[in-house]
């Protein structure tokens, strides 16, 4: 008898161990997976990333004839309702036979809003910095880079509209032109 008593106890011993790693390599699990994510998605706005970041990000994406690059580089960016996140765009400067700075002009309209149910304005109105810029200076072989903030207000559409950007010259010569997607997500 007192041997079975012995033997009970220490099996519930091993059992409240047991369960007791469990629980915690459970916890280390989730922490995990959370802290995986939080790394993953912690600057993925262009609202996050500093100037140097986006000057950074945007210059790993020209090849060596691009004029114009837009990031992120899928040229997509989803934003929730009552938000503000963005996109960047990088000019560079490419022209041959010129010595020294050369300045630029830049401009992003609404080009594709109708599956949005809105005017021109209204989808231009979501735009709250950066919209245009004039006078950029930029020397010869260098990249400027600008971000495009939107603001989306809750109650706007939940749909994706297009948006182009048209950049000149200082003698107001086309220069380059590229466009991005803004998908309207819920809050």
Do not use: H
Not at 62 to 89: A, N
Not at 133 to 144: M, P
Not at 156 to 165: D, G, H, I, M, Q
């Amino acid at each position: 008898m007192k041997n079975f008593s012995k033997n009970r106890k220490a099996q519930m011993e091993m059992s409240v161990g047991t369960i007791v790693t469990i629980v915690l390599l459970v916890t280390l699990l989730i922490l995990g997976v959370v802290l995986i994510k939080n790394i993953f998605t912690s600057a993925k706005g262009v609202v996050d990333l500093t100037d140097q970041q986006l000057r950074s990000e945007i210059g790993k994406l020209f090849s060596e004839d691009t004029k114009l690059s837009i990031y992120p580089g899928t040229k997509l960016v989803e934003i929730k309702q009552g938000t503000t996140d963005g996109v960047g765009i990088g000019i560079k400067n490419l022209l041959e036979g010129t010595a020294g700075n050369t300045k630029f002009s830049y401009v992003v309209t609404a080009s594709d809003f109708a599956n949005c149910g809105v005017t021109k304005a209204v989808a231009e109105s979501w735009i709250t910095v950066g919209k245009s810029a004039t006078e950029l200076s930029i020397a010869s072989g260098d990249i400027r880079s600008v971000k495009i903030l939107f603001n989306i207000p809750v109650g706007s559409p939940l749909c994706t509209a297009r948006f182009n950007v048209d950049v000149t010259q200082g003698n107001g010569v086309t220069y380059a032109g590229d466009s991005f997607d803004v998908t309207i997500k819920a809050k």
